[in-house]
């Protein structure tokens, strides 16, 4: 049975294990995530949300064009592979490295997701639509933080998301509607989530998107008692739509995603129910069809 990573103070129980960033889910903590993220994509079908997945892996040229190597490069994970030429000397070598040394890799043309919804505006680039469009995927992410604690803050996670594609109009209401329902479900498996503003910028800090996020934050954050953001609400304005050419009633649209961070939330409810994954599983199934 696995344990709980020794250096991740707040972790509790011994359903899962966490190593260089990356976890490992026992059966209990397998089926509770699954449960949670049934919950969450019934939210999406029930907004009228249509299900989409996306390839695993962005293209680093269409990143470019959303400033992500302004705002997010340390984010970033890029994908390679390793030189045709360094192939017979990486094969003979027995140096016993811990690493592959950058000068035996290619050039990096694409990067592993920070967040679900990359993929769903880059799929939906130069099209059009008169009413609104909603699409709820889920994406492995990877983040490169600098430093990994738990199941709070992982290299790599699961995220759902639910996106609204529209007016500023369909994607407050969108954004609204969701926000209530996260705290009502928090508090239905006796989670205190206190929603605050995030403090992590969308958008370039020198840029005028900056001023107006001081004005109207863009983002919202649902946080545990320990302060991990278990979900957040993320208006994008009119910035998707304009740089990939996406289109509703004649004018870029506006987009807004509620995201979910499932293994935090696990954290969340392992904490709560003292690492008794089966009664938290046990209270998601309850709330859920309640919410």
Request: charged residues 25%; proline residues 5%.
């Amino acid at each position: 049975m696995p344990v709980t990573d020794p250096t991740a103070p707040g972790d509790t129980g011994t359903n899962w294990s966490v190593r260089d960033g990356l976890a490992t889910f026992d059966e209990p903590a397998v089926l509770l995530k699954a449960a949670l993220d049934e919950v969450f994509t019934r939210w999406g079908a029930e907004a009228g949300a249509r299900q989409q997945s996306y390839p695993p892996l962005l293209r680093a040229d269409d990143l470019r064009t959303l400033d992500y190597f302004r705002n997010f490069p340390h984010l970033g994970s890029p994908v390679t592979r390793i030189r045709a030429d360094r192939l017979a000397a990486l094969a003979a070598d027995r140096s016993g490295a811990t690493a592959l040394p950058a000068a035996d890799l290619a050039d990096a043309t694409h990067l592993l997701p920070s967040a679900a919804c990359y993929g769903c505006f880059l799929h939906l680039t130069g099209t059009s639509a008169d009413e609104p469009v909603l699409i709820t995927t889920v994406a492995q992410c990877f983040r490169g933080e600098d430093h990994h604690e738990g199941l709070r803050r992982l290299w790599g996670f699961t995220m759902r998301e639910i996106v609204c594609v529209g007016s500023a109009e369909d994607v407050r209401a969108h954004l609204d509607r969701h926000q209530q329902r996260i705290l009502d479900f928090g508090a239905a498996l006796g989670l205190t989530l206190d929603r605050r503003p995030a403090t992590d910028p969308f958008f370039q800090k020198d840029g005028a998107r900056t001023v107006m996020q001081l004005l109207a934050p863009v983002k919202d954050e649902y946080l545990h008692t320990d302060g991990t953001a278990v979900a957040s609400t993320n208006n994008h304005r009119n910035f998707f739509g304009e740089r990939r050419t996406i289109r509703h009633a004649g004018r870029p649209a506006f987009t807004g995603c509620v995201a979910f961070g499932l293994e935090r939330w696990v954290h969340a409810l392992g904490d709560r129910f003292d690492g008794d994954l089966t009664a938290a599983h046990r209270a998601v199934r309850q709330a859920g069809e309640r919410s």
